[in-house]
């Protein structure tokens, strides 16, 4: 296997410069270069650290299955944050999701609980209401999104959801790029 070559699919695929990637992983982007180019060879730790920027890690990187791009996610991979003061549970649905385009997150607000007030910022966002009624906050707009609704919004002002209803209500919220 040359380890450079596939270093490098993963960077292009990834979308990231050399750079880019020395940045990450606080190595040159002459030593980059020189390993996509199979003429020098990373310590483990380096590779290590590599592969942790890439998004994968070294059983996977080293695996002999053809890597397509789909990645699937259990229940164990997900990452819950409860605030049972608030009454908000957040569970990223997508592990490592800042180093995606998007961030998808599964929302449950108790009644009469909201999220944290998020600023604005570039991007987009969208959500789908799988159970409750939620209210939108943008800005100075408020909207009321009801169980099989969706809604999509550039965050270009403040931005939360409240549970205005009065069973526990559950959202699929996406952003990009990712801001949770």
């Known amino acids: 296997m040359e380890i450079g070559s596939k270093i490098k699919r993963l960077r292009v695929r990834l979308g990231l410069t050399q750079e ?18 199979d003429i020098t060879s990373p310590s483990i730790a380096t590779l290590m650290d590599i592969l942790e920027a890439l998004g994968t890690n070294v059983s996977e990187f080293f695996s002999d299955r053809e890597d397509d791009g789909v990645l699937v996610y259990s229940a164990e991979d ?10 908000v549970s957040i569970r990223w649905l997508v592990t490592n999701a800042q180093r995606n385009a998007l961030e998808p997150i599964l929302v449950t607000l108790a009644p009469g609980a909201s999220t944290e007030v998020e600023d604005p910022h570039e991007g987009e966002e969208f959500g789908y209401v799988l159970s409750g009624t939620i209210t939108l906050i943008s800005g100075e707009q408020k909207r009321k999104v009801r169980r099989g609704d969706a809604f999509y919004f550039r965050p ?7 549970n205005s209803g009065k069973t526990e209500g559950k959202v699929l919220w996406v952003s990009t790029p990712p801001s949770f």
């Open 20 to 37: 880019e990637l020395a940045a990450r992983t606080e190595l040159t982007k002459g030593f980059i270069s020189q390993l996509e180019r």
């Open 78 to 87: 997900m990452f819950i944050k409860v605030d049972e003061e608030a009454g």
């Open 156 to 162: 270009n002002g403040i931005h939360y959801l409240t």
